[in-house]
């Protein structure tokens, strides 16, 4: 079957098969930043933006993100430089293996666009789907506090 | 990976089509709404997808009469959460609850209609909404309202769920939730519930209900009649209390003993208790 979306702003027309996950389609086209884990939405690495919501890809089957609007961390640099998020996991030390990354900062994307000034354990509670096995996670808050600071300082919009 | 068994996708444009669909299927048709379970828990042989999530069925909105909250079936539970209705409802216990359901990134696919529908014995959803007596619309070839508590456990060919409806009562009404569990992110070993009703400083209606004792969520009619006609006082609370740990059938299973659940089950009720007495009129009197 054809599924059409747009992918990173992009409209694409895609081939996949009916039981075929998000994940599948998008690894398959190329965007390996979307990460397989667990295969079942208990880690969180293959998050992507669905419609501006951070979901599990691995739990979205292709057929029903047709027509809709996709952004994987491959679409969200900020005119060509990085995302204040992006910038805000680099300056923290917030990466370490770097699995879990693009995942973590697209959730905490969506996050911070509804909830742009955010305390600690609103941070924890919103990253709560998406396992880090290697940061303890105190430097993925940090780095997210300060992505909302700098998003409200800025023009940026989250 | 994936759903090698899913040889095709509908996407009907009615509900009756949808239901037409479904019964057509000869039990190969399943519902796609949030799509969680259906990935978590992939079929076993060849299937049709009913992908409903495009029908107009997830309006939240306060029904015609005034009375009840009613949540469309395909409303994700983060849709739920940020409904100007549903924020301050009942002292804000349904989005508390809400929060402690799985992750952000499960919620914003996770429908109101499929929580019910797939009916986890564990579902936090499930033991609040029977404690507020929540309703549910079914259509069947009509429409007609369902207790939740009649919901049958296993998804059915021959009906889906449209809407959820939450009764909005009066002042006098407080409802409170416990769940417990090792982590946030985690089901529930046990959970429960409580709704009180109180006029002229007596219980005149109450629902207790405990979850994942391991069984699916049900009402404590015991504890209940021990608080009808109270003032809700410490006695009656210890008395409800006791009734519901010795009339709920708790079990060992893998999360939790059976003799653990009884401990979790006399701090959650007691604590529902007290909380909900906190929030009616009784609150502002000193426990007797």
Partial sequence: ?158 | MGLPHVTSIVRPSSVEAALNLLKNGNGAARLLAGGVDIVRQPPSGDITLVDVSALPLRDIAVTEDGQAISIGATATLTEIMESKLIVNLYHGELIAMLGRVASPLLRNLATIGGSIGSSHPWSDIHCLLLALGAKVEVYDGSYRTVDLADIAPRPRQDQLFTRVLIPIHGNGTAVAFETFSLTKFDVAMLNCACSISIVAGKVVAARVVAGGTPARASRIHAAEERLLGTELDAASIQHATDAAVSDTGLRDDVRASAEYRRVLLKTGIRRCLLRARARTALGSKPLS
């Fill in chain 1, 1 to 158: 079957m054809k599924i059409r979306m747009t992918v990173n702003g992009t409209p694409r027309e895609m081939d996949a098969a009916p039981g075929d996950t998000l994940l599948e389609l998008l690894r398959r086209e190329g965007l390996k930043s979307v990460k397989k884990g667990c295969g079942t939405g208990d880690c969180g690495a293959c998050a992507v933006l669905l419609n501006g919501r951070a979901v599990n890809s691995c739990l979205v089957l292709a057929a029903k993100a047709d027509g809709a609007s996709v952004t994987t961390i491959e679409g969200i640099s900020d005119n060509g430089g990085l995302h204040p998020v992006q910038q805000a996991f680099l300056d923290s030390g917030a990466i370490q293996c770097g699995y879990c990354t693009p995942s973590m900062v697209l959730t905490a994307i969506d996050f911070l666009s509804r909830n742009p000034d955010p305390t600690d354990d609103q941070i924890r509670a919103a990253i709560a789907g998406n396992l880090c096995r290697c940061t303890g996670y105190d430097k993925q808050v940090a780095a997210i506090r300060d992505a909302a600071s700098r998003i409200r300082g800025g023009t940026h919009e989250a």
